[in-house]
């Protein structure tokens, strides 16, 4: 009885104690911008917007109520900024004010490792020296090197699809093998069998953990942006499930990072011939300055490319691959465009896919329409103030052409309400899965506010996605591939949905996880 008297006074204590954190650190100005109302004190909007039978149900309606720049509520009563202005996206992505929430922080380093080029630790000239030596293995010449590979691990699709005795197959396995199979050979310069079998089992561990949501997670989260970053960076330590998988994942990537790294070396020692692979190229780099690469520097990129680099791909090809599903009539014009493009040059690593109109239009309203982080937090290192495109008037009345934060305030680039909702940038039915909106001079031309087509899906600004090139390639191969020798429909009482648990995922209508899809060979 005791025991439960002091448990329930201390957490009533904490819960005051971020309570008053929260209320000392409001900010009256986001307090008086137009939002939609809280359900809820401890959770605010959250619930609503991570939690909802699909994603944007809440969301998207908001930003049609309210504009591109409205306020919510987290959870413990904070205010929190929902922003798809495209000026006030692109400062906020730019300026070094800016940078992720302390829980996220902590994850990126546990999963990724303190010298991974995404930790937060890289900052400044060493993360600018690190980017700089791999931006040349992404660049588009550097790509396209890697043609012969992805045709191997597309061909290896068609083989399981064609193994398959079932008409109706869950696409996200097969694509998310696919994917992981590209990175091996590309990035380490060897099939994915001969990694380490813990590390691949691994990565799908940490990728299957990062695909679930909860309330409990969504308010632990918020209760981590609160706390010392000492203790969140010692948290990992807890002896706790989920992070006992994360510390064995950094653990087995550095690993096998250093067994690569070690083999590579040696084998340039010798005079042997090391392939065009990215920790080959990386290695073999000139090193004559001062601020030379360290194989430390390589091996700590590891679990990155592991992770990361596989499941964002797979899920965006999952989600095309299901609009294709429901548009016969584009499924079609898109096969017919494939095979006069390969026509009798089918194996030919000179494929011109970038001159294949509708299948690049399919892909960037696949990237538009289900970007694979649809919203990504910011927090505020110090005062600042975020300009607007447009102003926005305040309960008060008062109209705003400028948005003044805190320090330690959350702002929320709503990337998926950016790209599906500004009818500036896409056209009046920007809520509508449309390719032939790329063809027909419905898209906006100005300034762009990522590196592909005006999309903010691979993000923007110094902390661009280095793989975007990889991944756009990727797909081109995947979808002529697939498409070229398959059709695909969707199976009788299967509705798709959307779902965010980090990233957008595809399920049916009862929460299942996946794409299924029914298969059949067209050539």
Known sequence: MNYTVTTVSAALTAVLALSWIVRRRSNRDIRTIVGPPSPSWIFGNMLQQLLSPSYGDYEFKWRKAYGSVYRIKGCLGQDRL???????????????????????????????????????????????????????????AAVRQYQPVFARVAQRITERIDDCETLSIDMCPLLSDASLSSISEVVFGCPVEDLSADLVESTFQIVHLSSNQ???????????????????????????????????????????????????????????ETGGDLYSVLLNSDKSNSGRLREEDVVAQTSLLMVAGHDTAAKTLAFGLIELAQNAQFQESLRAEIHAALGTGRDSEHIPYDSMPLLNAFIKETLRMYPALPISDRRALKDEVIPLSESIVTTAGKQLDRVHIRKGEVVSIAIASYQRLMESRWGDDADKFRPARWLDGTVYQGEAIGPYANLFSFLGGPRTCLGWRFAIFEMQVFLCELVGKFSFSLPKDYYPRVKIANLLLPTDSHGNKGALLEVKRVL
């Open 214 to 272: 909860s309330a409990s997670q969504i308010l632990f989260d918020a209760i981590s942006n609160l706390l010392p970053g000492w203790i969140l960076r010692h948290a990992v330590y807890l002896p706790i499930k989920h992070f006992r998988v994360v510390r064995t994942q950094l653990h087995l990537a550095n690993r096998e990072g250093w067994r690569l790294v070690r083999e590579k070396t040696e084998a340039a020692k010798q005079g042997l």
């Open 82 to 140: 929902m922003v798809s202005d495209p000026t006030a996206v692109q400062y906020l992505v730019n300026c070094p004010s800016f940078h992720y929430p302390r829980s996220l922080e902590a994850l990126l380093r546990s999963v990724y490792g303190a010298k991974s080029i995404i930790a937060r630790r890289l900052g400044g000239d060493h993360h600018k020296q690190l980017r700089a030596w791999m931006n040349p293995a992404f660049a588009a």
